[in-house]
């Protein structure tokens, strides 16, 4: 029997007798009136007890005992979180309440709950505090990763429109619609084991923020694990409805704006950053430009960039968080109505460029041409074509060339492929996902060939090179898997086996991978270089190519 001494505490300072009959694993619980709900399915009825809305009341006083029986294998365990309230009702200081959270039965989970702030989850976002427990996020494509053992997760969500991808393993990504309970099932029936997890938002910030503030963590010993490693190069995307993912699911151009069909994970943007095996984050505001908004008001990108959530007060600590690259896909909203005055527009450009080397020194810098761009729209006033593309092309190639020398870092410019009716449209004509598949792999060579050097100073960090020929041994008498993805998360090779081995003979392709290590209950990850020629397996073990 397992019972965490909190309860035990919190029994004896109320002189409150509880045992626990080993023999015929019977709970017992005296000094009664005593409420307790526990499920039905796993323990006999109480002796002398009533049923009111699913808990269970031993009404007799004194020292008579009530029996809850469990099977004799069974191991109880009560939530540590649980909180032991008086019931005045019940006439009597001795009256608790008293949450039977866990019965490690067969067929019954046990559960483990993590506050939001817990150091173990990696937050991949800019997140606020409201309290001691709970996290807030609104930028599109807020992030956050875990590790656990146990067989199913749950997450306590404050209800609203937020829509969400879950990744799991290493899965294709899940969209989970907005749930009206504040409880979101992510995962039911996984194996036993270590498991890893992704929640990031889809959806912006007009759409709201979310507050997180628990983890639900289920299975017969659940755990969470010390975080997954981080990649090494960091990519910040900053622009306008492009950059949020506005429409990209949606069938047609004459959709409007849907909660579901937005997604900041399948963009050209998202598409680059994990060919490159970044940690990308993003900032952006469907219809907000530079120097004004869509409809010429003074609503800019670098008006809100410095907050941490801009549905709430409260600036964002640059220092947390340093990008080796930022990009920048702005200048389409400044253009709906028609083209802007050249002195201001540029001045404000200048001014957002100056603002981000001083927040993050040494950041190279990309300005990006988007695809929603095209000569003759918006017309002007007189209904006459303007040369809008060209007008935006030329003043963000004069700013990367002027700019770059004045604050001391590399900046250059990125031109995207228009968007084409062969192609087609999303939500209000805004880029579907054949255009962000054709103009990711367009930004993933656009970074490639502006910033080689930053690009592979990053990720030489924490790469492992491993020659031709090298073996790599590790010690361990249990049984070990070893897992190797690309940088999509797809599944390349699985090897496992048992006891030492060292690794050879499986052809890795050419390219940048992940590795991941499972052993005596620990998980290392790692990202490596293939040349094309190495081979890794385990020595006595088997090996699943997929």
Known sequence: MAI??????????????????????WLYLRQIPLLCQVNPALAGKPYGATTRNDWWMIPTPGLVQGKYLLPRTSILTLDPEVEMRGFS????????????AMAMTPGYAATLRIPASDSRLLWEARTLGPDSGSRDVGWSASRVKLRFAGTGVRARIEPGRTWWNLTLDNRPPVALRPSRSDTLVLATGLTEGTHELTLAKRTELFVGSARVHEWIIEGANPRLLPPPSQPALRIEFVGNSITCGYGVHAPDPGEGFQDSTEDAEATAYARAARALGAEFRVACYSGYGVFRDLRAEPNTLPGIYDLADPNQPGNWDHAKWHPHIVVANLGTNDYARGIPDSVAFSKAYADFLTHLVQVHPGVSIALVHGPMMADGFPPDSAGNPQPSATSLRNRITRLAQSMAPKLGVTIDTILLTPQTQQVGWGGDYHPNLEQSRINGLEMEAGLRRAFPKVIESAVSTTLRHLPTDHRWSWAGSGPWQLTICDLRGRTIARLSGNGIGS???????????????????????FRFL????????PNGGTSDRL
């Open 4 to 25: 965490h001494s909190r309860i035990i505490r919190k029994f004896d300072q109320d002189h409150c007798g509880f045992g626990v009959n080993t023999a015929t694993s």
């Open 89 to 100: 009702s019940m006439g009597s200081r001795h009256g608790f309440c008293l949450l039977v």
């Open 503 to 525: 690794l050879q003979s499986i052809p890795i392709p050419a390219g940048v991978h992940f590795m991941h290590i499972d052993q005596d209950g620990r998980r290392q990850s």
């Open 530 to 537: 293939s040349g094309g020629n190495q081979f890794l397996s």
